[in-house]
């Protein structure tokens, strides 16, 4: 019930990111590239205010499980990414979300990662997720230092 939901709802977002965003500069391809994207030159970016999260139960069931409000700087929807204006000046919140289009991809599209997100998720919590350790290990040499 959450998965098709979910997938139907990723795909939106993908498609109106793949229309509004703007490609990734020359840089950032690079970044994409080292952490594992093949298709760099597919990826499009969007800077949002604040991240769009379905408003529906599933944004609470979610939230739940993610165990923390929804607080988030960044989502990939597979090559479409959303960052939020906030964070535009951190690349480690970018780095993070390519990785999980590099997911994405390996996994064969939307309905597979979801699945396996939403498997980790269950079984091993936000924090422990294979996924989203993998995801943080690949954005950590992109980390910028606290501002003072
Ligand atoms: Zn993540």
Do not use: C
């Not at 939901?5 to 490609?23: C, D, F, N, P, T």
């Not at 690079?30 to 298709?39: K, L, P, R, T, Y």
């Not at 991240?51 to 165990?67: C, E, K, Q």
């Amino acid at each position: 019930m959450l998965l098709p939901y979910a997938s139907w709802w990723v795909g939106r977002q993908e498609h109106r990111i793949l229309k509004e965003g703007i490609e990734l500069t020359s840089e950032e391809k690079m970044w994409a590239a080292s952490v594992g994207v093949q298709d760099v030159d597919k990826v499009r970016l969007l800077y949002l205010p604040m991240i769009p999260l379905p408003v529906s139960s599933i944004t609470y069931f979610v939230a739940r499980m993610l165990g923390k409000p929804l607080d988030v700087g960044g989502m990939a929807a597979q090559y479409g990414i959303y960052v939020v204006k906030q964070s535009r000046n951190d690349p480690s919140i970018l780095v993070h979300e390519m990785a999980h289009i590099a997911q994405y991809e390996r996994m064969g599209g939307i309905r597979p990662f979801l699945e396996q997100y939403f498997e980790e998720l269950f079984t091993e919590g936000y924090d422990n997720s294979g996924m989203e350790l993998e995801a943080r290990a690949a954005a950590i040499p992109y980390n910028r230092p606290p501002d003072r």
